[in-house]
T-cell receptor, first 111, second 112 residues
Framework: QKEVEQNSGPLSVPEGAIASLNCTYS??????FFWYRQYSGKSPELIMF????GDKEDGRFTAQLNKASQYVSLLIRDSQPSDSATYLC???????????FGKGTTLSVSS | DAGVIQSPRHEVTEMGQEVTLRCKPI?????LFWYRQTMMRGLELLIY????????DSGMPEDRFSAKMPNASFSTLKIQPSEPRDSAVYFC??????????FGPGTRLTVT
């Protein structure tokens, strides 16, 4: 059974700082990883996905994947109060048909 | 285009009652997922349909839970009888090609 682990937080950063969110996974065969953002009382929405080792940048967001260490991270540069949310890390299941989610890390950005 | 539609948005029921949650996926999406989210267990996959056929129901907690997808535009998740531990937010999500799933707004279920 694949597992995805995240620190529940809360992670508190001041406005303008870099927020670093981390995720580890149990199955070395996992190939694809996803970061979802979930505002309180709302549904999850996809913000980034990464398949290859290294970094992938999209605006203020950078996803980092290290398959040797079974580690995925999400960096948010110039954090804004509007980034305050729970961030869910996910990987695909063994059949590649569905997603397995971590419990999420709550980020709080103070102005 | 409308996103994934779920109803009701909130449901409060008494233990032992039957509960039916409804979902309309995004038109053209051929995969549909039901998830349950709680503070303790996070977001858990309950069941996955592809082209209206249940593919993986290993996440359905017990026989009290059942799901159907009679056509490409409608799915139900039924709990009978409901128990207080079923209280959670139930999400429906749909997908076309690739991995991106689009989530509905969720149904907050409270069983007293």
């Amino acid at each position: 059974q694949k597992e995805v682990e995240q620190n529940s937080g809360p992670l508190s950063v001041p406005e303008g700082a870099i927020a670093s969110l981390n995720c580890t996974y149990s199955d070395r065969g996992s190939q694809s990883f996803f970061w979802y953002r979930q505002y309180s009382g709302k549904s999850p929405e996809l913000i980034m996905f990464i398949y290859s080792n290294g970094d992938k940048e999209d605006g203020r967001f950078t996803a980092q994947l290290n398959k040797a260490s079974q580690y995925v991270s999400l960096l948010i540069r110039d954090s804004q109060p509007s980034d305050s949310a729970t961030y869910l890390c996910a990987t695909s299941n063994q059949a590649g048909t569905a997603l397995i989610f971590g419990k999420g890390t709550t980020l709080s950005v103070s102005s | 285009d409308a996103g994934v539609i779920q109803s009701p948005r909130h449901e409060v029921t008494e233990m032992g009652q039957e509960v039916t949650l409804r979902c309309k996926p995004i038109s053209g999406h051929n995969s549909l997922f039901w998830y349950r989210q709680t503070m303790m267990r996070g977001l858990e996959l309950l069941i996955y349909f592809n082209n209206n056929v249940p593919i993986d129901d290993s996440g359905m907690p017990e026989d009290r839970f059942s799901a159907k997808m009679p056509n490409a535009s409608f799915s139900t998740l039924k709990i009978q009888p409901s128990e207080p531990r079923d209280s959670a937010v139930y999400f429906c999500a749909s997908r076309s090609l690739g991995y991106e799933q689009y989530f509905g707004p969720g149904t907050r279920l409270t069983v007293t």
